[in-house]
Structure formats: structure tokens, C-alpha cells
């Protein structure tokens, strides 16, 4: 008899693990039960309050601010191998730390690869994550990783605009090749701005390569943190003289004064997932939820299917 699948979360996005456990059916309806037990001192340890020897355990955890959410799901890991689960997977919806993914200078760590390395030293033994600041941090793992793609869900989206003269547009270099598949998709042309920091969530300057006149613009990027970025991006492009300009990013961080630069941005709208919880507080935030897709990847591993279909949609519209 094939294992049975049993879905748990902690306390990091515990709405979109509910969507996720009734999205995936057959007859699983309900998160599992877990408990975060916590003591005086902050101290906290979770406790599975059902029996899931040999089962395939998922366990739906970002490791988004605070911190407390990475050590959540390592100690939920351990105690799901030390109750004899079958099959332990990181369900991790938005990889923190992931922009700490090499040294871009002196005495600094890779946080991303000493993520992957507590993962898989706590018991995991897949992990299931959407839009990697950088793809290659799959190889920091040494246990399968199955990395989902938020185009298969901001496509259809963008179809149902139908804009005239759509041109997609990289608020940076480093997304460039994500922006280019989904321009290929829809056969559309790309613009690129180019920016330069002088630290961290500071801009010093950026300028656009491309031609954006009297277009439409949809600008796409994994993270929006301070919104920064994307404002003065969508700022420039419509200065260059972009009809209209509007965003889709994957996880919305939304740290600092980001409510702030969205609402006085030029940005028609920005459409987010749902990797993150988040409190809407501009009309121009659209919040779309990533549950199918999980869903579809937890039942499609559970029963030994590909998951190809869900990665990218580098293929061109058929017309």
C-alpha cells in the first residue's frame, strides 16, 4: 500500500498551507496537527500530534523574516524523522537568505549555502521551492529540489490584459533571463534597466537599454523588498515615454517604506504571489495564490509523475 500524504505547516504563511492542503484533495481536506509548543523565554518546539510513520510528511514553512521560521522548520524536519516519517519534504515557499548566495565581497557568508546544508543535516530529504534569487542554488543541495516557476501563474494573467504593444522589461540585469522566457513566450520584445548601488537598498543611478516609447510595460522580478527598484525603474520608463508600466514580482518582502514608494510610484498595478503573507495596504497591490501549484507539485511527487510542466513556460504562444 502506497504511503499515505500528510501536509503540516509552522507559523510562517499557515493561510496558504490551509489552501494548499484543501487544493490537493483526495479526501485530505485539513492540515495535519502540529503544535508549536513555546516556553517563557521564546524557546519553541513543535509537536506532531498524529502518527506519521512512514508517511510522506510535506511540511509548508518559508524561511521569510523572522529567523525564527528558518529554525521552525529545521526542528518541524527533526522531529519528523525522529517519529520514523517515510518521506520528509521541505515544502519552502519563499527561500530566504537566498540573496546571500556567493561572495560579492570580503569576509562575507553564503547564508543560502549554509541553509541548504542545515536542511539536509536536519532530515530532509527533498525540498519543493518557487523562484530561486538564482537558480543555481539548486546545487548547494545535495537532495533533489524541485523548483517551481511563477510564470505558469502570471501568464495567464498578463493574457487576459491583452495590451496593445506589450514589451517586458528587467528591473535589473540579474533578471534578464527570466524576463527574456517569458518575452519569448508571448513573442514580445525586452528592455533592461541598469542599475548601480552604492549599498543595499540604495539606488545610485540606473538608465534603460531598449526602446520603450508608446508601450506597455511589464516589468517582472523574483523579490520586491523596499520597492525601491521597481519604482524607479517604472518611474524612468515612463519618463522615456512607456504608455503604461505595471509589475509582477514573486515574493513581496515589502520591508521599509516599500507601501510607501508602490503608492507613489507610476506602476498601474503590481500583481504578487501569495509566498508571503501580507497585509494589501495600496489598491495597486493584486495578490494571486501559488496553491495549485503547489498542490499539483505535492501530488505529482507523491505519485512519482513529472513536474517539467510546472517549471517554465520558455515555449512560444501559439497565435
Given amino acids: 500500500m502506497q504511503p499515505s500524504v500528510k501536509i503540516f505547516t509552522g507559523n510562517s504563511n499557515p493561510a496558504l498551507a490551509e489552501k494548499i492542503a484543501k487544493r490537493y484533495g483526495n479526501g485530505l481536506n485539513a492540515l495535519g496537527k502540529l503544535k508549536i509548543q513555546k516556553f517563557s523565554d521564546g524557546e519553541f518546539q513543535p509537536v506532531f500530534l498524529e502518527s506519521i510513520r512512514g508517511d510522506y510528511v510535506f511540511l509548508v514553512q518559508g524561511t521569510n523574516a523572522p529567523s525564527d521560521n528558518l529554525m521552525e522548520l529545521l526542528l518541524m524536519i527533526d522531529a519528523a524523522k525522529r517519529a520514523s516519517a517515510g518521506y520528509i519534504t521541505a515544502v519552502i515557499p519563499y527561500f530566504g537568505f537566498a540573496r546571500q548566495d556567493r561572495k560579492d565581497k570580503p569576509r562575507v557568508a553564503i547564508g543560502s549555502k549554509l541553509v541548504a546544508n542545515l536542511l539536509t543535516s536536519a532530515g530532509a530529504n527533498r525540498v519543493i521551492t518557487m523562484d530561486l534569487h538564482a537558480p543555481q542554488i539548486q546545487g548547494f543541495f545535495d537532495i533533489p529540489v524541485d523548483h517551481l516557476d511563477s510564470s505558469a501563474i502570471f501568464i495567464p494573467y498578463i493574457e487576459q490584459l491583452k495590451l496593445e504593444n506589450l514589451t517586458f522589461a528587467s528591473p535589473d540585469v540579474g533578471s534578464t533571463n527570466r524576463v527574456r522566457e517569458v518575452a519569448s513566450y508571448f513573442n514580445a520584445e525586452m528592455v533592461i534597466c541598469d542599475k548601480h548601488r552604492k549599498r543595499a537598498n540604495e539606488i545610485a543611478s540606473m538608465v534603460v537599454i531598449g526602446e520603450v516609447k508608446d508601450r506597455d510595460i511589464v516589468l517582472i522580478d523574483d523579490i520586491c523588498d523596499t520597492a525601491g527598484t521597481l519604482s524607479k525603474a517604472a518611474n524612468l520608463l515612463k519618463e522615456k515615454g512607456a504608455r503604461s508600466v505595471r509589475a509582477f514580482c514573486t515574493h513581496p518582502v515589502f520591508s521599509g517604506k516599500a507601501y510607501e514608494n508602490i503608492e507613489n510610484s507610476v506602476l498601474?498595478?503590481?500583481?504578487?504571489?501569495?509566498?508571503?503573507?501580507?497585509?494589501?495596504?495600496?489598491?495597486?497591490?493584486?495578490?494571486?495564490?501559488?496553491?495549485?501549484?503547489?498542490?499539483?507539485?505535492?501530488?505529482?511527487?507523491?505519485?512519482?509523475?513529472?513536474i517539467t510542466n510546472l517549471f517554465v513556460h520558455s515555449q512560444r504562444r501559439q497565435d
Fill in 268 to 306: 498601474e498595478e503590481i500583481v504578487v504571489c501569495d509566498t508571503i503573507p501580507i497585509r494589501p495596504e495600496s489598491s495597486k497591490i493584486k495578490v494571486v495564490s501559488v496553491a495549485d501549484l503547489f498542490a499539483v507539485a505535492i501530488r505529482n511527487m507523491h505519485e512519482n509523475k513529472s
